[in-house]
């Protein structure tokens, strides 16, 4: 199995093959994958590179990390799991929303502790 790199601060107009034609000379590519926006489509500037082997991989990270392309400067690193109970639904994390002496709901006595 391959190495996963993360690749980050993608031109917005980045494309998938784009991506993996910056990586291919440093080694099999097998995988490229920009994330994008499900609502627009549009890529969110960071994607996914998936190296045949540990080697390419280094060699890509060493060569690509801090490159400038279209004025920004990319930043490739090995990717990290994803966090245990990150689903990337609606709702996790966000605030408490109902009950309790939060902001947004809960005491409404009058008193601000903001």
């Not at 917005?12 to 994008?36: D, K, M, Q, R």
């Not at 245990?84 to 939060?102: A, E, I, Y």
């Amino acid at each position: 199995m391959g190495k996963k790199l993360f690749v980050g601060n993608l031109p917005y107009s980045a494309t998938n093959a784009e991506l993996n034609g910056w990586f291919a000379p440093f080694g099999t590519v097998e995988s490229a994958n920009l994330i994008t926006d499900r609502a627009t489509g549009r890529s969110k500037g960071f994607g996914f590179v998936e190296m045949a082997n540990d080697d390419e991989a280094q060699a890509a990270i060493d060569e690509l990390n801090g490159k400038e392309v279209e004025g920004r400067a990319l930043t490739v690193n090995e990717a990290r799991p994803k966090a245990p109970g990150r689903s990337g639904g609606f709702g996790g994390g966000r605030g408490n929303f109902r009950g309790g002496s939060s902001r947004f709901g809960g005491d409404r006595s009058g008193s601000s502790r903001y």
